[in-house]
């Protein structure tokens, strides 16, 4: 082991290192002051050694590159000058990666945003494995550790400066149709492709490094960084549950065609669930074919997606359902009642509105079934393409009477892109366990 710390190990082996990043938490391998000098320390080992011709960058957490900054990070940072200092520092990690005498080559595999793609870019090289949790972007922040002039030299000045500002997310094989990925590749040659290249890269030899950014874009990057609005407190956490939280159900159910829904249901088929659909399939089946379009799977992987999905007109199958997703449109396929007899007890069930008036969320929409109150559709954000910033909708359990339910959705929706958050008392229930 040549290098082993708390959250960050580097090992080597026939001239080749393997830098494997596993901060804990979410977002995954988010980072912060304190990861930004491990990796740091991490490097200086590499930087030392002359027997290594090859680094590669990685996570040891599955499917999770980096993803940006820590929420907690951002809050701490009240000052204009906290966040140039801050800035500063990690621009002086990254620079000192990207000057290793080594050839170093980002393995990217999940998501790669912000200061993660920072990272990546701050690599010689960088090979993508695509499936649908690998995007590449900077949806929430701007560049602030040297990414903006990376990125300018990679793919010129007008397209990068629109992906820093549209905030749209990658695929895989967008990245590298833009030429910010090397290669981009399925799941099932990730690790074919990455010995291939490595061999690739010793048969070629060293090659010179790329100039340094200029201590002025360095400068530009940090006023802009330090002039932006400071990052309000972390929301606090939701409250203690009774009963740990179960893992993604296998099976999900979907009532109704609501668009949002319709696509979060696809993410689900596309990771490998079972989707049971209770009215139209066709928005399912829309969100698997963009994913394919996109380069997020192949076309075999969207054809065994499609597989997945199971279509009905009443609600058989949906006792097998840990999680339902039901749509609130004014004529929808089935009754509160029906669904509420069909579901298993502790089924999760939540959906979302079309698109919600200006000001507060309208009041007594809860739906109530017998004793129970099952959620009824809450706001999200109006309709974006799938894969880019603000994309699907954002559940908000109004009520915290129930943490069990509102710990398991949250866990639940968090890796596919989406959001829980509290809303403010008095309020009535949207998202409960069925009893």
């Known amino acids: 082991m040549l290098f082993e710390g708390a959250h960050v190990r580097v090992a080597a082996e026939y001239g080749t290192a393997t830098l494997w990043l596993g901060f ?8 912060d002051l304190a990861r930004l000098r491990e ?30 900054l820590r929420p907690e990070a951002l809050a701490s940072l009240p000052t204009p000058a906290d966040r140039a200092a801050f800035a500063a520092a990690g621009q002086r990690v990254f620079a000192r990666l990207a000057a290793l005498p080594t050839t170093t080559v980002a393995f990217v595999d999940g998501p790669c945003l912000g200061a993660g793609l920072e990272l990546a870019l701050a690599c010689d090289h960088r ?48 990245a590298r149709g833009l030429g910010l990925a090397d290669h981009a590749f399925c799941d099932r040659r990730g690790k074919i492709e ?33 002039e932006r609005p400071p990052t309000p407190a972390v929301a606090p956490a939701l ?7 179960p893992p993604f159900p296998a099976v999900v159910g979907l009532v109704g065609d609501d668009p949002a829904l319709s696509r979060l249901a696809a993410e689900v088929a596309l990771r490998g669930g079972e989707v049971l659909v209770c009215g139209s399939a066709d928005g399912v089946r829309a969100g698997i074919a963009a994913a394919r379009g996109r380069g997020f799977v192949t076309p075999l992987e969207a054809d065994q997606a499609n597989g997945r999905v199971k279509v009905g007109h009443d609600l058989t199958g949906f006792d097998r359902a840990g999680f339902v997703l039901a749509s609130g449109g004014r004529q929808p396929p089935v009754s509160w009642d029906d669904l509420t007899s069909a579901i298993r007890p502790r089924c999760v ?14 009041r007594g929409r809860a739906g109530s079934v017998s004793d129970r109150r099952i959620g009824p559709p809450v706001a999200h954000a109006p309709g974006s393409p799938p894969h880019t910033r603000g ?19 949250a866990a639940w929706v968090r890796p596919l892109g989406h959001a829980v958050a509290p809303a403010p008392a008095p309020a009535t229930a949207a998202c409960r366990l069925a009893a």
């Not at 990796?39 to 940006?68: K, Q």
């Not at 409250?239 to 939280?245: C, D, E, S, V």
């Open 39 to 68: 990796m740091d320390a991490a490097v200086a080992a590499i930087e030392g050694n002359p027997f290594i011709d090859i680094l590669v960058v990685r996570s040891a957490n599955p499917a999770g590159f980096c993803a940006g």
């Open 194 to 226: 990455l010995r291939t290249f490595l061999d690739r890269l010793e048969r070629r030899g060293w090659r010179p490094k790329p100039q340094p950014i200029p201590a002025e874009e360095d400068a530009a990057e940090r006023r802009a960084f330090a």
């Open 349 to 362: 069930v939540a959906g979302v509105e079309q698109t919600p008036p200006p000001g507060p969320l309208p």
């Open 391 to 409: 994309r699907g909708p954002r559940f908000i359990p109004l009520s915290p009477a129930d943490p069990d339910a509102a710990a398991a959705l």
């Open 239 to 245: 409250p203690p549950t009774l009963n740990p939280i």
């Open 127 to 174: 090979l993508v494995l695509s499936r649908p949790s690998t995007h590449l972007g900077f949806p929430d922040d701007p560049p602030c550790f040297g990414g903006t002039a990376r990125l300018r030299s990679l793919v010129g000045r007008r397209a990068a400066d629109r992906l820093i500002a549209s905030g749209e997310l990658l695929s895989g094989r967008e």
């Open 24 to 31: 804990p938490g979410d977002p995954v391998n988010a980072l």
